[in-house]
């Protein structure tokens, strides 16, 4: 049975910063990490003590991990950024709030002692010889342990306490991961071994002026070594444990929303019997209005949980093939049950929200085709927009002029203009997307078109087909991108306050143009004006385009994969980094690293020198199979004196490794890129289990000092870490068993309405209503299944489906406690 771990944070906002900065404020920023281990890096919001971030993100942590830190920072253009204070929270404390946190949280003082991280690998073994009684404790190696030099390494050394007796090993400089290989020894006397003692173990940073750095330490019961003759393998090094004090709110907060989700997933065939009755919903639906698996989910989905939901319901049935049939069956009941078409898809329901998680699913590489160019330029060119009169600063819009200052007219002015040409583009780009498109997006637009159609018929509601589509499209869709550009990952960071501006105000006009200018002159913006005579002009080119988007046969999406982001052909993630020139020698291994641009699909990563790779433009280009790549990490800092280096490790026909070290630009960019590798090989059957975080050069391995090139890695690798977005991949097992665990909670719920008939319902007909206590029994299940209405069978079968998964789950939970009781007793 494999483990699933889920994290999900969200950065909000910061309150009563302290000020850093002589100017009296400061530019604060955050640093997320995972077992210190940084995974994001927010924004800067300069000259702020309350700023707002409003980031989130999703690993996937298939090891689970212990603590989640937030770090927050003073950014600084001169000399090393200043620590404001930081929040540690373990992976206890996030999965004991069941709902998850979402709260204020006072930052803490950085306490160094307290900073520390890496793995120990420990043999003990207490030997009672009839000459003496000793403690033999085989100090192996280390791996990942803090840096406390200014050289981004540290001078290792281990000690060995127990009582008043301890040992040290030798200090070895320069380095993360040490190799001592050293047995220390002390000798104890017998009346020490009645003693509930504790042997501990300490790793030190060795320095030659001042005091040692603490790196960690391991405390191992002496009962342990009681019950087994000998004890080895890797510790997790823990801090000294300082209580951490909030300082009383001093240092401020931040408000946080963490939530943690661990699943136990069953082998594939454990989930056939709910995936039936969730495939049969929508291919062999008897009435549209008929209750199946699929509305009684719905039934038991709570509003906090709908989105999460949807999106792992739209997954499945990509999977299956059937995401089309799925739309069209949650489409066609929200359209029948929809009286007055100006309500229609305007609450969150749960057809709503998979029309949303679908189209950012297979849509994402076309938004992104169709908006970066017009969302770049308008980040590049920073333009002054404004106009709400109430706004107009007309500081921000100083120029040098023979005029002198502008005033609020003109601002208005240039500002129309610039929206207009904004605008223009915008429209333009997707109107001329029809072929970028892709086709089941086409076809699930074209179910829609068709159902609305039926319903509204009337000459009236002429238009409601249209606003039907481009309600999701142009709304949902286009509009939260331009809005937001970087949560839909159309940029690395937030825009400034400028360009947010500019952003709101052309995604308030793109829903303008997405409701068919219908309620222009309705609102309170009335200094919108300006930009409707656009709008306008734009309905007819609009329309016309939502009907070639939908011009295309149903029988087109069985000929290509509905997820784009397998398609050989379409690229997952490309742009400029650095490539290490491993040829050849270099003076300065900092200066190694060249321009390249790169291109990742599902089947290679390529890089050239230019991004124009047709045929005749570049005839040098280098590509890599991804069927090849056996582990994608990180490097360490000390390997190339550079930050967010990381390593592609590959392995020929002949067993060979080859390893490119690729730079980027920063923390996000690098977690992005090996986020994307990852998942692309994820189903490699080659990944190594460890690496090195280092380089091989003069002789030896910069990170462990090994000087054998061929010797094993000395850090694990971490192949299945990966951001969580729309391009993971498909994993009908994990879907199933969040799809199973909803309905695990709505149990009751269901089997109360549909199976727990009332008094008055039991005595009118006795067949209908003949339900023994056997139902959750599959064995006893079909006969009485026969003689329900619809809607009980239904019931039924479900309830038996998940009564059984959860037994399952009992089943192989019982056996894991064997196993681990078994491994206790007997080493």
Not at 163 to 188: C, D, G, Q, V, Y
Not at 363 to 390: A, Q, S, T, W
Not at 658 to 682: G, Y
Request: proline fraction near 4%; hydrophobic fraction near 40%.
């Amino acid at each position: 049975m494999a483990k699933n771990t889920s994290l999900y944070f969200r950065i909000v906002e910061g309150r009563n910063l302290p000020a850093k900065d002589v100017s009296g404020t400061s530019d604060p920023y955050c640093i997320v990490k995972v077992d210190n281990e940084v995974v994001a890096r927010t924004a800067t919001v300069w000259k702020n003590l309350n700023p707002f971030w409003g980031e989130e993100y999703t690993l996937h942590l298939p090891m689970g991990f212990h603590s989640l830190s937030f770090h927050v920072m003073d950014e600084d253009t001169i000399g090393h950024d200043d620590v404001i204070g930081k929040i540690t929270l373990t992976k206890d404390a996030i999965g004991s709030q069941a709902k998850g946190l979402d709260s204020w949280v006072n930052l803490t003082r950085v306490d160094p002692d307290e900073e520390v991280q890496g793995e120990i690998h420990l043999s003990l073994e207490l030997r009672k010889d009839p000459e003496k009684i000793s403690l033999r404790c085989g100090v192996i190696e280390a791996r990942d342990l803090a840096p406390r030099d200014i050289s981004g390494t540290s001078d290792p050394f281990a000690r060995v306490i127990f009582n008043n007796h301890s040992a040290e090993t030798l200090i070895i400089k320069k380095t993360r991961f040490p190799h001592w290989a050293e047995t220390l020894e002390l000798e104890l006397d017998p009346e020490e071994l009645s003693e509930e003692g504790t042997v501990t173990v300490e790793v030190w940073d060795w320095d030659m002026v001042g005091k040692n750095d603490f790196l960690g330490k391991v405390e191992i019961p002496l009962t342990c070594l009681h019950k087994t003759s000998q004890l080895e393998g890797w510790f997790r090094l823990l801090p000294l444990g300082n209580n951490e004090v909030d300082a009383g709110g001093k240092l401020g907060a931040l408000r946080l929303k963490v939530r943690l989700v661990e699943d136990r997933i069953l082998p594939s065939v454990y989930y056939q019997s709910l995936i039936h009755l969730l495939v049969e919903s929508v291919i062999s639906p008897t009435e549209v209005e008929d209750s199946s698996a699929l509305t009684m989910l719905e039934e038991v989905t709570t509003v906090e949980s709908r989105q999460d939901v949807a999106m792992t319901l739209v997954k499945i049935y990509l999977g299956q093939g059937l995401v089309v049939p799925f739309l069209d069956y949650l489409n066609t009941r929200e359209v029948n049950h929809t009286a007055d078409p100006n309500t229609l898809f305007r609450s969150n329901s749960l057809s709503s929200k998979a029309m949303e998680q679908f189209m950012k699913a297979v849509g994402m590489l076309y938004l992104h085709e169709v908006l970066k160019p017009i969302i770049n330029r308008i980040f590049d060119e920073k333009k002054y927009i404004e106009l709400d009169p109430c706004k107009i600063d007309l500081n921000r819009s100083r120029r040098i002029s023979f005029k002198g200052a502008v005033s609020e007219a003109e601002v208005r002015e240039s500002s129309v203009e610039m929206l207009q040409i904004y605008l223009t583009s915008i429209i333009e780009s997707i109107v001329g997307s029809v072929d970028q498109c892709p086709p089941v997006m086409r076809v699930a637009f074209k179910q829609l078109h068709k159902r609305v159609e039926e319903q509204f018929a009337e000459p009236e509601n002429e238009d409601v087909k249209y606003l039907a589509i481009s309600g999701f499209f142009f709304l949902r869709f286009f509009a939260p991108a331009i809005l937001t550009p970087k949560l839909f990952q159309l940029r690395d960071q937030h825009a400034d306050t400028r360009t947010s501006r500019t952003l709101l105000l052309l995604a308030k006009a793109l829903q303008s143009v997405g409701n068919l200018g219908l309620q222009l002159g309705h609102g309170k913006e009335q200094w919108m004006a300006p930009l409707h005579p656009i709008i306008l002009r734009s309905v007819a080119s609009v329309k016309d385009f939502l009907d070639k988007l939908i011009d295309i046969d149903h029988d087109i999406v069985s000929e290509v994969p509905q997820r784009a982001v397998f398609m050989p052909s379409v690229t997952v993630k490309e742009g400029y980094l650095h490539k290490h020139k491993t040829e050849g020698h270099q003076l300065l291994s900092r200066f190694g690293f060249k321009k390249r641009y790169f291109r990742l699909t599902s089947e290679t990563l390529s890089y050239a020198k230019t991004a124009d790779w047709h045929v005749g433009t570049e005839p040098v280009r280098s590509s890599i199979p991804i069927q090849c790549v056996c582990a994608v990490e990180r490097v360490d800092e000390n390997a190339f004196q550079q930050q967010n280096v990381m390593q592609v490790i590959t392995q020929d026909n002949d067993g060979q490794l080859h390893t490119i070290f690729i730079q980027c630009k920063n923390v996000n960019e690098l977690n992005q890129w090996l986020s994307a590798i990852r998942k692309v090989s994820i189903y490699n059957e080659r990944m190594l289990p460890s690496f090195h975080p280092g380089a091989h050069r003069s002789g030896k391995w910069t990170c462990c000092l090994q000087g054998d090139r061929a010797v094993t890695g000395c850090s694990r690798t971490h192949s299945a870490v990966t951001l969580g977005d729309w391009s993971d991949p498909l994993d009908p097992d994990v879907e199933t068993q969040t799809i199973y665990k909803q309905l695990l909670q709505g149990r009751d719920k269901l089997r109360k309405k549909y199976l727990e008939m009332p008094e008055a319902d039991q005595t009118s007909d006795n067949n209908e209503n003949k339900i023994n206590s056997d139902i959750h029994h599959s064995d006893g299940a079909e006969c009485n299944v026969e003689l329900m209405k619809p809607a009980q069978s239904v019931a039924a079968r479900l309830l038996v489906a998940i009564d059984d998964l959860e037994q399952v789950h009992f089943t192989f939970q019982l056996k894991e406690k064997e196993d681990a009781t078994s491994v206790i007793l007997n080493p």
